[in-house]
């Protein structure tokens, strides 16, 4: 018998808050382990990024699809916005995450087996409405790419990488399982702490009571380590106010859920490194980081994650997630990469493509012409 789906659309915040019951159960019909798909972070986001800049009107566009016996079987999660040049409109359409790098993953959440019929029913729908110039495919899955490639009319962009670390049953049989570089360094970080006759101690905070005092550190942690010179550059992801508005109400969500850790790691009665984490199913997401630059030569933050690791040994997760973009301090654990692949789909008029054009020229800020039409496109939303 074949499988069908029936689609509903939600274009309102209000409407996105009543869905919390169909996200419940579809986390554990898919087995989704990204906080960026959960219920808490897509209220939060419409709650504080939605019209952020006067010039781009922003609305939801959520595609909840359900089975034959009203099983919700997947929720694409779309952003319209709208940008005013003139007497014309330019449309596009995203997955829900265009912020200043604060949803590392646009993830759609989809149980497995509907990829197929998630990708044709929610291009129909798209293709019902004609007035959007483009649309931004990106944190999607393997199988929903495959099914939404059938259609021929996607261009393919870069796909964005995410590492994750598969765990062992205990924390010594993880440990041998490291190259020699990174059971070295933990040695010096837990050695030299001793040899100079300190003790470190992690706290896990998940307590809501305690969130916005711990985050009140974590902020200031996260600011120490973007002003530091000398190391990898890490940007203070929460240097505006609609990003730390945003923080402080999805870690206050997602901690009444029950999935909210913050790692606290103290030295000498301070907290000096924290990271955030997000357990998600049998997963742990490893989200932003901070740490006292007076304590850089212990490698707090080496430190940090491997007690992050141990308390997810011990709380029975499967993987930790390190979260996108290469880096040393993460490939260093010797984890699995995921890409996530990512395209766009063009407008069929004529107008959509100038309109595509015009706008990505404007985005690259580079000559008179772009500078020009950033003055009549909103091509970046404000985050102040």
Known sequence: MQRTVTVETITTVDGVAALLPCYEDLQRASGNILPFALHEWHLAWCHHFLNCNPRIQDEPLFYVLRDSKGACVAVLPFIVSRRRVGPLNIVSIDLLGADP???????????????TLAAHAVQHQLAKTRDWDWIHWSGISAALAQALGTEGSLRWLAPLSDFVLDLAPSWEAFRRGLKRNIRESLRHCYNSLKRDGHDCRMQVIESTSEVRRNLDRFIELHVMRANLTGAVPHPNRFASRISRDFLYEVCERLSKSGALRLFRLEIASQIVAMRIGIAVGDSLYLYYSGYDPAWARYSVMTTTVAEAIKYAIAHG????????TKEVSKTRWGPREIQYPSAYQQGARLRSRL???????????AGLQSRLLRHLIAARRNWQ
């Open 355 to 365: 309109a595509r054009r015009a706008y990505m020229k404007a985005r690259s800020g």
């Open 101 to 115: 790098a604060i949803t590392e993953i646009r993830a759609p959440m989809i149980a497995p087996g509907f990829e």
């Open 317 to 324: 997760f499967k993987t930790i997630n390190l979260s996108p």
